[in-house]
């Protein structure tokens, strides 16, 4: 079992930044992937970044691509997410998720998830 616990949200202006940590805890696997996803009223739950063991292999999606940064520090057992020239269309409930041994951009690849935490960018 893993639990994965979401923290560093909460309210920005436009143009401003916020830095996420997902912290597991729990049986974790050292060929885990990690990703995070975002989900906005009334919309799918997307992929934004993800991120393997050594951080060889990394995938942003286009509309983050530039601005958010995926990192993860193994002896934390803690991925980030570095979100800079925030949006008000990146305002969204931010997911991360851990994959056993599988990088993926999908979110149907993934055994775990956090409860999210809010990111509202104002405008």
């Known amino acids: 079992q893993v639990q994965l616990v979401e923290s560093g949200g909460g309210l920005v202006q436009a143009g401003g930044s916020l830095r996420l940590s997902c912290a597991a805890s729990?049986?974790?696997?050292?060929?885990?992937?990690m990703g995070w996803f975002r989900q906005a009223p009334g919309k799918e739950r997307e992929f934004v970044a993800a991120i393997n063991w050594s951080g060889s292999n990394i995938a942003y999606a286009d509309s983050v691509k530039g601005r958010f940064t995926i990192s993860r520090d193994n002896a934390k057992n803690t991925v980030y997410l570095q979100m800079n020239s925030l949006k008000p269309e990146d305002t969204a409930v931010y997911y991360c998720?851990?994959?056993?041994?599988?990088?993926?951009?999908?979110?149907?690849?993934?055994?775990?998830w956090g409860q999210g935490t809010q990111v509202t960018v104002s405008s």
């Open positions: 998720a851990a994959s056993q041994g599988y990088f993926s951009l999908s979110r149907r690849n993934y055994d775990y």
């Open positions: 729990g049986r974790t696997f050292s060929s885990d992937a």
